[in-house]
């Protein structure tokens, strides 16, 4: 079992920047590929980024490659998203996801533990 809490959230203006933390408990993180989702008002949770459990391995969305950045910190049991050049349209809610698995997938229902999510609001 693994229980996540995400932080960090908040208002941001446009072209800011925010970090995004993930803690996870349970002494198996380190076993897990992590991802951060976001869902926005009136539309479907999206992949944002996942990273391999060793975190040499990392993906994004196209539409925030460059501007986001995900890291792990095993020993911490934490995982990060730094977010740079925000715009309006990244406002959304923000969820952390675990999920034991070979490789990255940006496929949600592969994830099994999630989160219960932070709120980025980026004003133009």
């Known amino acids: 079992q693994v229980q996540l809490v995400e932080s960090g959230g908040g208002l941001v203006q446009a072209g800011g920047s925010l970090r995004l933390s993930c803690a996870a408990s349970g002494r198996t993180f380190s076993n897990y590929v992590m991802g951060w989702f976001r869902q926005a008002p009136g539309k479907e949770r999206e992949f944002v980024a996942a990273i391999s459990p060793t975190g040499s391995g990392t993906d994004y969305a196209d539409s925030v490659k460059g501007r986001f950045t995900i890291s792990r910190d095993n020993a911490k049991n934490a995982v990060y998203v730094q977010m740079s050049s925000l715009k309006p349209e990244d406002t959304a809610v923000y969820y952390c996801?675990?999920?034991?698995?070979?490789?990255?997938?940006?496929?949600?229902?592969?994830?099994?533990?999630w989160g219960k999510g932070t709120l980025v609001t980026v004003s133009s």
């Open positions: 996801a675990a999920g034991r698995m070979i490789r990255l997938t940006r496929i949600r229902q592969r994830y099994d533990y």
